[in-house]
Nanobody, 121 residues
Framework: QVQLVESGGGLVHTGDSLRLSCAAS????????MGWFRQAAGKERDFVAC????????YYSDSVKGRFTMSGDNAKNTVYLQMNSLKPEDTADYYC??????????????WGLGTRVTVSS
């Protein structure tokens, strides 16, 4: 079973960039659909991005499309979320997810503990 550890969160200003990392251990992340979700205070956990298991296609939520980019490094067994042009509404706890199906299903995924991103206006 894969284990996930996120890092890279912090406090930034509107328009800044951050790169989140999700280090996988116990298995190679290429064996999973890998994704990012986020949860703002008092709200449900929302989908951000997912790389599918079968063909490595990447999908994004409409709210981050064009600003966020998800990628992976096989040698480091790590996936990343590059976040540009950050907005206060991006403030949330960000969670990495791994699913042994072809899609990032929040009902069946394995989760990391999350990393907090705060964007001040």
């Amino acid at each position: 079973q894969v284990q996930l550890v996120e890092s890279g969160g912090g406090l930034v200003h509107t328009g800044d960039s951050l790169r989140l990392s999700c280090a996988a251990s116990g298995d190679t992340f290429r064996n999973y659909a890998m994704g990012w979700f986020r949860q703002a205070a008092g709200k449900e956990r929302d989908f951000v991005a997912c790389i599918t298991r079968s063909d490595g296609m990447t999908y994004y939520s409409d709210s981050v499309k064009g600003r966020f980019t998800m990628s992976g490094d096989n040698a480091k067994n790590t996936v990343y979320l590059q976040m540009n042009s950050l907005k206060p509404e991006d403030t949330a706890d960000y969670y990495c997810a791994a699913d042994n199906k072809d899609w990032c299903d929040p009902l069946t995924a394995t989760w990391g503990l999350g990393t907090r991103v705060t964007v001040s206006s």
